[in-house]
């Protein structure tokens, strides 16, 4: 079964780090791009960032820029968000999602991980 | 304020068919392919249309896509009480350099 599973959200303090992982199984992993989106309770999807398959390229929101590092294991499976000098407006639930991008073409994201929830304040 | 635009709300009788719209410009409707979700309550977004107008595998045809110019389309045909969610558009802004999304349109099956 095609799976992903994100861990790590929780309560952090404004100014503070957290890293939300998201572990990938049931396809091969290190064909694909991720990425990571973001949601307050009862409200949009918002983007946060994605990833080449092989880590080589990344892109961020302008809202997260400079503060957010995404990154990924390929031999672990594993997709990783760092996040640093959080603000309360980081406050939401956090998805992964694998991409259907080719290139600098993006087509979707077809397997979206359940969510962790991260809150600052 | 999202860059694409979807209308809050729309609502049909089940059996009957609805449309939710998603109007965006030319960095990102207007030169790169769109997406559907569906979200049902208190669950993770579902693809539902990719590419424009592709179903993934498993996804009943009374969902279907369609872009023109700088909007966007979702249809649902032969509505059931299931399909009660919010559903939301997505695509790539060139502009932007970031996947962008509609702020997203309840449907409610009456």
């Known amino acids: 079964e095609v799976q992903l599973v994100e861990s790590g959200g929780g309560l952090v303090q404004p100014g503070g780090s957290l890293r939300v992982s998201c572990a990938a199984s049931?396809?091969?992993?290190?064909?694909?791009?991720m990425h990571w989106v973001r949601q307050v309770p009862g409200k949009g999807l918002v983007w946060v960032s994605r990833?080449?398959?092989?880590?080589?390229?990344?892109t961020y929101a302008d809202s997260v820029k400079g503060r957010f590092t995404i990154s990924r294991d390929n031999a672990g499976n594993t997709l990783s968000l760092q996040m640093n000098s959080l603000r309360a407006e980081d406050t939401a639930v956090y998805f992964c999602?694998?991409?259907?991008?080719?290139?600098?073409?993006?087509?979707?994201?077809?397997?979206w991980g359940q969510g962790t929830t991260v809150t600052v304040s | 304020q999202s860059a694409l635009t979807q209308p809050p709300s729309v609502s049909a009788a089940a059996g009957q068919k609805v449309t939710i719209s998603c109007s965006g410009s030319?960095?990102?409707?207007?030169?790169?392919?769109v997406s559907w979700y569906q979200q049902l309550p208190g669950t993770a977004p579902k693809l539902l249309i990719y590419?424009?107008?592709k179903r993934p595998s498993g996804k009943p045809d009374r969902f279907s896509g369609s872009k023109s110019g700088t909007s966007a389309t979702l249809g649902i045909t032969g509505l059931q009480t299931g399909d009660e969610a919010d559903y939301y558009c997505?695509?790539?802004?060139?502009?932007?350099?970031?996947?962008?999304f509609g702020g997203g349109t309840k449907l409610t099956v009456l």
């Open positions: 999602a694998r991409g259907l991008d080719m290139g600098y073409y993006f087509y979707g994201m077809d397997v």
């Open positions: 049931g396809f091969t992993f290190s064909s694909y791009w």
């Open positions: 990833i080449n398959s092989d880590g080589s390229t990344t």
């Open positions: 030319s960095s990102n409707i207007g030169s790169n392919y």
């Open positions: 590419d424009n107008n």
């Open positions: 997505g695509t790539w802004d060139s502009s932007l350099s970031a996947v962008v």
